[in-house]
């Protein structure tokens, strides 16, 4: 493997425009603001709009980065999207979409998920790959979320995931630059705790049904 450095030379982010605030999510949830502000620590968070799907999200993100970067889409080699799972659809590449709506013509693009650690692994990988293919020059990292949507306020099991809220990011990274070096990342996991938060219905085990999804069941 060569070791060329590999640095990020651009980032973006993108927000809704809608804000919720720590007393809004106290009158869905019945607790108390100072808990949702102080012990939960919400003060506000964005909540995405009809329109702002993740792929749409990660897109816009990319495009600041690349604003940022001053690297135009066609110079990007890869588009590594490492969002959320609960995406435009439910069987579906966010990735080869992101590198359509930026017009990245010359990627690849594919996903890799880690849900929260998302970042500290597409960063491994992208560095990773990019100093094994000299081919690789400029990769754009991609991440959106609005698991937000999922997230019942009745349900007392789910106050840890009143944190959650909708936005995009992204980062450009590029070989041999040092200004912003990424000196590496680091994984740990621990499988025994891999059924504590799942969305139970859509998977093999709870397929979709006119019970489990009843607005779009098809």
Not at 42 to 68: I, N
Not at 194 to 203: D, K, Q
Request: proline fraction near 4%; charged fraction near 25%; aromatic fraction near 6%.
């Amino acid at each position: 493997m060569s070791e060329y450095a590999v640095g990020i030379i651009g980032w973006g982010t993108y927000w809704p425009e809608q804000i919720q605030t720590a007393g809004e999510i106290a009158e869905r949830s019945g607790l108390p603001v100072h808990v949702i502000a102080d012990k939960i620590g919400v003060r506000q968070k964005r909540v995405a709009g009809p329109e702002d799907h993740c792929s749409v999200m990660a897109a816009k993100a990319g495009e600041v980065a690349l604003r940022r970067a001053g690297v135009k889409p066609e110079e990007v080699d890869l588009v590594l999207y490492h969002g959320s799972e609960f995406k435009d659809y439910v069987v579906w590449s966010a990735a080869t979409k992101v590198q359509a709506l930026l017009g990245c013509s010359r990627a690849a693009a594919f996903e890799a998920y880690a849900l929260c650690a998302g970042t500290p692994v597409a960063l491994k990988i992208a560095r990773g790959l990019m100093r094994d293919d000299e081919s690789l020059r400029k990769v754009l990292l991609v991440t959106a979320s609005r698991e937000a949507d999922l997230v019942s306020y009745e349900d007392p099991g789910a106050r840890f995931m009143y944190s959650f809220g909708a936005g995009g990011g992204a980062m450009l990274l590029s070989r041999d630059d040092t200004t912003h070096q990424v000196l590496g990342s680091a994984v740990i996991s621990d499988g025994s705790l891999s059924e504590n938060v799942v969305m139970p219905a859509g998977g093999s085990r709870t397929p979709c049904s006119a019970e489990t999804q009843p607005k779009d069941h098809r």
